[in-house]
């Protein structure tokens, strides 16, 4: 299906009406890039989450998981460099005072502003005659410090000053040293973790693209300096299998190499896997980073404490990492965008998401033909308790006509509808008694099947 310009509004609805995505604090009048995840929601994010974990880190032997406090001492963050540099450059209505990225305005205009100096991108804007949304001018640019700053307990001073994690990468970094020291692994190894992460958008915009509070999904891989184009290699097609088990088509993905120039301070190679996100085109969805030794050694040096791992041969070296770093709400974003279809059944035109079915929130639906049948609901309900007890996410659903339910079911994405009818009862062909009629979401084709099969046909 060739997706529209306006498909992604058509998302954010189903969304809403569904019960995957809420606008944050939405009967306060919102708060701007924050979103709280449905029932549905919560689902789906779990599901891409769990198989996440299972690729990367429970069918691997070189992986080690994490989970690091989203406080750390303020030292790591002026170690990593993000107080010091950890920048966005900002512009201004001069008229209402409303901020603006000024890389953001000059990308809507045609012009990459990656890279560019202040006084580039000033220059830009003028040559460009850019102006505020609302048509007044803009004052000149100027570096704006992502992370949200707080304070712990009640010390005053520099001492108690704190930030929200811009990312999960540094808690990877600093426990370094513990998960050696417990753990014992085996150069090349990596450390997975999945975590909240904050960063004070100034213009957050794009559904859950661009937000203020998200997770991430980051594995810190740790290599010989020698290894690291041979263990980057692996590590790409392992990113190019999970957004196969995504879902995602081949042809909406794309790697781009970031140009030099363009690179992090950190950085000596990386890829931006992009995806073509529906009226916006190509954009990133997860990043590939070569960090080198930048990270462990600025910790060494600023706390004094050794990040060398020691061979069983008494031979020291500081590693080299490799990060594959993946945002849970493009994640989201991009299934969404993937599997959301349009087609026409029965004469009307129905939309439904084609979701995989190890991310659909519900695997299957069960149904009562009529609601108001205590022996079809009785039955209903022991098919339902069997299939709840294997797979969890299964829906019990009686709610409306059979047509209303399976609209709303296909719509929420579910594989399967099962429905308990008559005949299941074997009130009219016995031959047919303890069978159910299958749905299937994609095709809208039905089968009958036995209850006894039901379990080995739904894997």
């Known amino acids: 299906m060739e997706k529209s310009a306006d498909t992604m509004e058509k998302i954010v609805s189903l969304c809403k009406r569904r019960g995957f995505v809420f ?33 990367f880190v429970d ?29 966005d450059p ?32 000033d220059a830009e804007i003028s040559k460009n005659n850019l102006k505020s949304p609302k048509g007044n001018d803009l004052s000149p640019s100027r570096q704006f410090n992502m992370m949200f700053e707080s304070r712990i307990g009640a010390t005053a001073g520099p001492e108690g000053k704190v930030y929200l994690r811009p990312e999960t990468a540094q808690g990877i970094f600093v426990n370094f040293k513990n998960v050696v020291d417990t753990m014992s692994p085996k150069i090349p190894f990596g450390i997975a973790q999945i975590g909240k992460a904050f960063r004070n958008e100034i213009a957050p915009r794009e559904f859950l693209f661009r937000v203020r509070e998200f997770e991430q999904m980051e594995i810190e891989y740790f290599v010989k300096e020698s290894d690291w184009e041979a263990e980057y290699e692996k590590l790409r097609l392992d990113i190019v299998k999970w957004h196969e088990h995504l879902g995602l088509a081949a042809e909406n993905i794309r790697e781009y190499e970031v140009p030099e120039n363009d690179l992090a301070h950190y950085s000596k190679r990386t890829i931006d896997f992009e995806y073509n996100y529906p009226g916006k085109g190509f954009d990133e969805l997860a990043g590939f980073a070569y960090r080198t030794d930048h990270d462990l050694k600025n910790h060494m040096d600023a706390s ?40 026409e059944m029965n004469g009307e035109v129905r939309s439904f998401l084609k979701l995989p079915a190890h991310l659909a929130p519900y695997r299957v639906a069960v149904s009562p033909l009529l609601k108001n049948k205590p022996e079809l609901v009785d039955k209903a309900r022991t098919v339902f ?20 339910r399976y609209r709303r079911q296909d719509e929420i994405g579910t594989p399967y509808c099962i429905v308990i009818d008559f005949e299941t009862l074997g009130q009219e062909k016995p031959e047919l008694a303890d069978t159910v009629t299958v749905r299937n979401r994609d095709t809208g084709e039905q089968e009958r099947v036995a209850i006894a099969d039901l379990l080995a046909y739904l894997k």
């Open 23 to 55: 606008q944050g604090s939405e009967i306060y009048g919102g708060l701007k890039g924050t979103w709280d995840l449905g029932p549905l929601g919560v689902s789906l994010n779990n599901n891409i989450k769990r198989e996440w974990w299972k690729m």
């Open 59 to 87: 069918n691997r032997e070189d992986m080690y998981g994490l989970d690091a406090a989203i406080l750390m001492n303020a030292k790591v963050w002026e170690a990593s460099g993000h107080v010091a540099g950890f920048f």
């Open 90 to 121: 900002l512009v201004e209505d001069v008229k209402t005072g409303e901020r603006f990225r000024a890389d953001h305005l000059l990308k809507d205009a045609g012009v990459d502003a990656d890279g560019m100096s202040l006084e580039e991108i």
């Open 304 to 343: 004094g404490q050794s990040m060398e791992y020691i061979e069983p041969d008494g031979s020291r070296f500081l590693p080299h990492v490799l990060e594959p770093s993946f945002g849970v709400g493009r994640a989201i974003t991009a299934v969404l965008c993937e599997a959301y279809t349009e087609d």
């Open 385 to 404: 308790g069997l299939l709840k007890a294997e797979f969890g996410n299964v829906a019990y659903d009686e709610n409306g006509n059979i047509g209303k």
